[in-house]
């Protein structure tokens, strides 16, 4: 019985695998609209989120304006994350969460839960919206929001998601892979 749970891992490791080849092989979307982010050093562009890193993950973190916390799923997700940016860090691949809350609550929820990340509001910019994260009061009402590449009911304003872009060496921003999407 060993041998043949076995047998259908190393399958389901190759399938993994094989996934993984093709999530790389989708094609890059250029970002062209520039967005802005307020971080502790002032506002940033999605370009400057990239420190000296190639690439850049987003964790789109639920955590709407007067929220007063962060959604406890994506809190668990950032408890992990201190301990993974120095790896990512020697890979050049850079990490920065993204949130619609204004800066000083999120300032206030990581100092509370202790986390040292780079954490930067999107409050007052496209970017949530643009990357299918975040939902106008009428899109939720209407029944049906664009998240996970369809259109399907979701209950909030905010929607957890992990994307991923590259900068060119002629600074360029590309979106590369997402976890969710737009329809």
């Keep these: 019985e060993r041998l043949v749970l076995l047998a259908r891992e190393k399958e389901l490791m190759r399938l993994?695998?094989?996934l993984a080849r093709e999530r790389r092989a989708l094609p890059w979307e250029r970002v062209g609209k520039r967005y802005a982010f307020d971080t502790p050093q002032g506002s940033r562009t999605l370009d400057e989120l990239f420190g000296g890193h190639r690439q850049l993950v987003v964790q789109h973190f639920m955590f709407g304006p007067g929220w007063g916390?962060?959604?406890?799923?994506?809190s668990y997700m950032a408890d992990h994350v201190d301990g993974m940016t120095v790896h990512l860090a020697d890979r050049g691949i850079g990490?920065?969460?993204?949130?619609?809350?204004?800066?000083p609550e999120l300032l206030r929820f990581r100092e509370r839960m202790?986390?040292?990340?780079?954490?930067?509001?999107s409050h007052g910019s496209d970017f949530n919206h643009d990357f299918g994260v975040s939902f106008t009061p009428q899109e939720v009402a209407s029944g049906a929001v664009d998240y996970n590449y369809g259109k399907r009911p979701f209950p909030s304003e905010e929607a957890p998601g992990v994307s991923v872009f590259f900068r060119s060496d002629a600074g360029e921003v590309f979106h590369t892979y997402s976890t969710y999407g737009r329809g």
């Design 95 to 103: 990490f920065v969460a993204v949130s619609r809350a204004p800066l």
């Design 114 to 121: 202790g986390w040292k990340f780079d954490w930067v509001s």
């Design 69 to 74: 916390q962060g959604c406890p799923s994506c």
């Design 16 to 18: 993994h695998d094989q």
